[in-house]
């Protein structure tokens, strides 16, 4: 356990607070036990599985791309240099919002996402599914043919057969008039998708439309027609907003505008600005958005609106005083929920409150309402109209099928089969269907009970376009043609409906139709796909008015000993569509740290009532539905609550997230099986008990923990790797983060680097950094960082080049949370360098710790060598796919720019310096001097916060440098006398003022002792 100088204590686990025999053993080693050998129980052909599914990528495509692609071009095509990445603006639909990007090309071959800084929709950034979706176009699972199956046989058949059918099946709709017909959808922004269903419904009158998705986010909209009388979406204003209330909302990432969002929370988190936001966070899990927060409160989810109760009665008490009193001794409830009202009538028009969408439209009916009253609609929330069609639902469509509405069934996209609630039984009603048709870019759990599987295209080979969350029209444009010869919805809705138009022109002539007025002019396309959007096409805000409310509010809280378990998006696989997507089952979640699972979230204080244990396997009942899953004890989780996450225990996903027909276990447990129509999100009732029966789980939070058990004399020498204070005492002491560890003054063995030109550095602005795990899946997918397997990876042998640390601090049943990316410091007195019997990792003219991978001979001498555990070793050759015979291609699919490492060789963050060497290329090609902000690190380019500054430290005025300066910045472990090039910039808390704690003594203030120094 960590004890700062500040009295305050840090913990990253239970193991760690509780200071267990098998964390001290595991601390006592460089290595954890086990961490040189090879598991037992691992197959060599699931081995390959997995590697092959990281690397392979566009090897899938080898067997596909026609001969003639390959014969090198006679001409040289215009504006297109070998070698020479091109990029190019598209936006697409991803985890229930949509994503603006500026995809990097390289010979026509899409491999690098980066966020479209230049869309008014103020996303600067990615997020992790964004970086990741890439992976997904050249999964070698994706589905490749189409199949048709009659009974238990399966036949592959070719597009011409499908139209030939096709032809026949819509003559005899067009005689129905469309009787019998359905069309089931995901939820779409897309005007062009929209207008050719709306065509398709006058081509067959009778044709009825359903929609369907896992997590519809649609009692927000049904929230505003109960408050308004009219169906909006709101859209916040989070930099706007003095104050802001979160109930059971992660705004941060799981939001259809997060990426916006975060970045206008991160603009008021400026400590040395003339004012700072202040969030509090009232959820059940410990989302991202509560570690942000100043004040987090744990209660049920079923509880939100009790609480919301509460707020509301103290604001209207206190309307006329404008203030409430907050008693600091009080029950934390009690001070929470006073101190918020407080807030919200001492800030009215400056604040906000929002829920979340597994809240009830009632809920957020009276959240607007609340709003309103205090002078906050059109200001920092406004509404718009919500362009989102309305359709039946799928219950509505399975009850059609049980009166036999619906003989013919054709399905786009979505996987209802696997992620359809419990009690629809959807196998069933698609087994009375008549024709059954599913188009999907993968054959999951849905295309293998279907009459017919067509192979979808992926959103970067296809033509479409979407409205950002503010209403601006944005385009999809494809950056390489269908590696699988897929079809989109677009594109077989436009074949349904006899348009056999180009699916560019089906767009173009769509986004002219809705956008009104004279068609767009071919200059006008052309910026617009150059840009990515059509420039003021935002939609107006609506002016709304409150209706009548007819009904009281009910604000009676639960049972305090009723357990509940809240399903929630998973922060790596979503609700199951990215299950195969290796890199981010690999990707450790924001606060367990878990890999390759999912497990039920109790709290400490819950499990020992429950008589559970960390990692056994419990039993969760509702009704007539159970579910066995391990548990998971985590500090922060509200009592009696249980979260479980959604999009595990998939059954035909593929070799990485699991296909039982192929010999491949499905990875973790599929929680939809206790989820009801009625009880979507939260179901309350359930009972919990334990079999007694342990199950491993791969989590990363103790495998580079730096050893501080035992001994004051090891605490006070290695120093504080978190630093953190309180805005009233960081403006009392601004420079309290380097005045923590004092030590003698530090003095080299030899003469230090001197650089005249370039001097490269970081920082890291822990104030602005949420944790996200953008910039991990960011670097992996720049860097070719390989995937392990979770038996790797529970034997300390993930590949990751940045890890995020996370710490808990406090109370263990209501902890606070911090977190810290961390990667290579690139360290002036690198210790690295010095036992390096090789030469292998050399200082470069620059200030960049270099890595020479044909000199390393595996040693692994740096790594032990490393205060901060940030290399990795290449145990196996995870490369061995790429040169399998008859996988030429294969080789095309990683970044050309990033060597690709072999078995027995150490690797870690480079800096990307295949950027700084491009930038510096291009800045001389072109005779001028590189500009401060041109050469942008990977995981700096797709932090959704802009918490990451990269550049010249020896450039007077750069970002960088002016970060360096700043009295937060801190170097980690810099008393080791090893000069970190990257620099940390401590968090700033901003508590409300009756709940400030007292400001800790601090050591030198104001001037030192003799000759003692600090960092």
């Given amino acids: 356990m960590i004890e700062p100088s500040t009295g305050k204590k840090y913990w990253q686990s239970l193991g760690e607070l509780q200071n267990t025999p098998e964390f001290e053993e595991m601390l006592h080693r460089e290595f954890p036990q086990a961490a040189s050998e090879f598991p037992a129980g691992v197959s060599r052909r699931r081995w ?11 090897g899938v495509a080898g067997c596909r791309y026609q001969q003639d692609k390959l014969v090198a071009l006679s001409a040289r095509p215009v504006d297109r240099i070998p070698g020479k990445p091109q990029k190019y603006a598209t936006s697409i639909e991803l985890a229930g919002g949509v994503r603006h990007l500026l995809m990097t090309c390289f010979d026509g071959r899409p491999l690098k996402v980066e966020g479209n800084a230049d869309h008014p929709a103020g996303q600067r950034g990615t997020d992790a599914w964004a970086q990741a979706c890439i992976l997904g176009m050249y999964d070698p699972d994706r589905g490749t043919q189409l199949v048709q199956r009659e009974g238990q046989q399966a036949r592959v058949r070719t597009w011409t057969d499908f139209d030939d059918v096709l032809d026949g099946r819509l003559r005899d709709w067009k005689t129905a008039g469309g009787e019998g017909l359905a069309v089931l959808v995901e939820p779409t922004p897309s005007i062009s998708l929209t207008s050719m269903l709306d065509r398709l419904q006058q081509e067959f009158p ?82 991202v958005t509560g570690a942000s927060a100043d004040h987090r409160l744990a209660v049920k989810s079923s509880e939100i609106g009790a609480v919301l109760g509460e707020i509301e009665r103290l604001v209207e008490q206190h309307a006329e005083t404008g203030q409430v009193a907050v008693d600091a001794s009080a029950a934390k409830r009690d001070r929470i929920l006073r101190a918020i009202a407080d807030d919200l009538l001492r800030h009215a028009g400056r604040s906000v409150v929002v829920a979340g969408w597994r809240q009830p439209p009632e809920v957020h009916a009276r959240v ?30 399975v009850s059609d099928v049980s009166s036999g509405k619906v003989r013919s069934l054709v399905i786009l996209g979505g996987n209802p089969v696997y992620d359809a609630p419990a009690d629809l039984d959807i196998e069933s009603a698609l087994s009375a269907v008549d024709t059954t048709i599913h188009l999907s870019v993968d054959q999951n759990e849905t295309s293998r009970l279907c009459d017919w599987y067509l192979p979808g295209a992926h959103a970067f080979e296809s033509w479409g376009d979407v409205r950002a969350w503010d209403g601006t029209v944005s385009v999809t444009q494809p950056l390489i043609e269908p590696l699988c010869h897929g079809r989109s919805a677009l594109e077989l809705l436009a074949r349904m409906c006899g348009d056999r138009r180009e699916p560019q022109r089906i767009v173009r002539q769509a986004i002219d139709a809705r956008w009104g007025g004279s068609p767009l002019t071919q200059a006008d396309w052309r910026r617009l796909l150059h840009d990515g959007y059509l420039e003021g096409s935002g939609l107006p805000p609506v002016e709304v008015q409150p209706v009548e409310v007819t009904e009281p509010a009910d604000s009676t809280p639960s049972e305090a000993d009723q357990l509940e378990v809240v399903f929630c998006t998973d922060a790596a696989v979503y609700d199951g569509r990215f299950a195969n997507n290796g890199w981010l089952q690999e990707t450790p979640r924001f606060l367990s740290k878990l890999t390759w699972d999912n497990a039920a979230l109790v709290s400490p204080r819950t499990a020992e009532r429950l008589g559970i244990e960390h990692g056994e396997l419990i039993r969760i009942t509702a009704g007539e539905q159970s579910l066995q899953i391990p548990a998971f004890v985590l500090p922060g989780q509200a009592e009696g609550s249980i979260g479980v996450a959604l999009g595990y225990g998939r059954t035909a996903a593929g070799m990485v997230g699991g296909d039982p027909l192929a010999g491949i276990a499905p990875v973790g447990v599929n929680a939809n099986q206790l989820r009801t129509s009625d009880s979507p999100f939260i179901r309350t009732g359930v009972s919990v008990t334990g079999t007694g029966q342990s199950y491993p789980l791969a989590t990363t939070q103790d495998h580079h923990a730096i050893d501080r058990v035992g001994m004051d004399e090891t605490r ?121 019997p090789v030469a292998a990792t050399v200082h470069s003219d620059e200030g960049l710790n270099d890595m020479v991978y044909n000199r390393c001979i595996g040693t692994r001498y740096c790594g032990n060598n490393c205060p901060y555990k940030v290399r990795r070793f290449n145990y196996f050759d995870y490369t061995k796919p790429l040169h399998m015979p008859g996988r030429e291609l294969v080789q095309l699919s990683v970044n050309p720019e990033v060597t690709v490492r072999s078995r027995g060789v150490m690797e870690k963050c480079t800096y990307c310096v295949q950027r700084i060497q491009n930038g510096k290329i291009d800045a001389k090609a072109q005779r001028r001097t590189l ?85």
């Avoid at 309402?369 to 219950?395: C, Q, W």
């Fill in 48 to 58: 390959l599985q997995l590697m092959g599914a990281s690397l392979a990528l566009a």
């Fill in 368 to 397: 607007y309402r609340l709003n309103a009253r205090l002078g906050n609609v059109g200001k920092t929330i406004t509404f718009l109209e919500d362009p989102l069609p309305s359709y039946d639902d799928l219950k509505t469509l």
């Fill in 931 to 1015: 500009q401060d902000g041109e050469i942008m690190t990977a995981c700096q380019q797709a932090c959704p916060t802009q918490a990451i500054e990269f550049g010249d430290l020896n450039e007077s005025g750069s970002r960088v440098a002016e970060a360096h300066a700043s009295p937060r910045a801190y170097a980690v472990l810099a008393e080791l006398n090893i000069k970190p090039r990257t620099n940390y910039l401590a968090r700033i808390r901003n508590p409300h003022p009756a709940l400030a704690k007292p400001h800790p003594e601090h050591p030198g203030h104001p001037h030192h002792a003799g000759e003692q120094g600090h960092t």
């Fill in 206 to 287: 009778a044709a009825k439309i359903y929609q369907h998705t896992s997590v519809p986010r649609s009692n927000p909209v049904k929230g505003a027609q109960s408050a308004w009388g009219q169906p909006c979406r709101a859209r916040l204003s989070l930099d706007q907003a003095q104050v802001i209330v979160a109930l059971d909302a992660d705004l941060l990432t799981d939001d259809p505008d997060a990426l916006s969002l975060a970045l206008d929370f991160a603009a008021g988190r400026d400590p040395d600005g003339p004012s700072m936001n202040r969030l509090y966070a009232v959820e059940s899990q410990f989302t």
């Fill in 716 to 836: 006070r020498r290695i120093g504080i790797l978190i630093r953190e204070a309180e805005l009233d005492e960081y403006r009392e002491h601004p420079d309290f983060a380097q005045h923590v560890v004092h030590h003698p003054p530090l003095k080299s063995l030899w003469t230090e680097f001197s650089y005249d030109g370039h001097a490269w550095g970081m920082s890291i602005d822990l104030n602005k950094c949420i944790g996200c795990n953008a910039c991990m899946l960011a670097c992996q997918s720049e860097n070719n960082v390989p995937v392990v397997g979770k038996e790797q990876v529970s034997r300390s042998r993930e590949m990751h080049w940045i890890r995020i640390d996370r710490y808990f601090s406090g109370d263990l049943d209501d902890p606070q949370a911090v977190h810290q990316p961390v990667t290579c410091q690139h360290c002036e007195l690198a210790p690295c360098e010095q036992v390096c």
